[in-house]
């Protein structure tokens, strides 16, 4: 079992301190990516991004993650 906790500290502080890509369709919404710190994955949160949703970057690889996030 994954313990969340740390994951929904992480996504709580990173949409208090960001703002949502811009206007567009997904404008205040929130989206959970997973598989987003790398290919197919990376691609679609960034173009969720860009239509103005908060994007939760979830991966395996931590590090990786970040990056993109």
Known sequence: MIDMTKWEQIAHDAMSARKPG????????ISIVTGSAQGFGQGIAEEIYREGA??????????LAQEVA
Request: charged share 20%; hydrophobic share 40%.
């Open 22 to 29: 811009g206007p567009g369709r997904l404008s205040g919404r």
């Open 54 to 63: 908060f994007v939760v970057v979830a991966d395996l690889n931590e590090p």
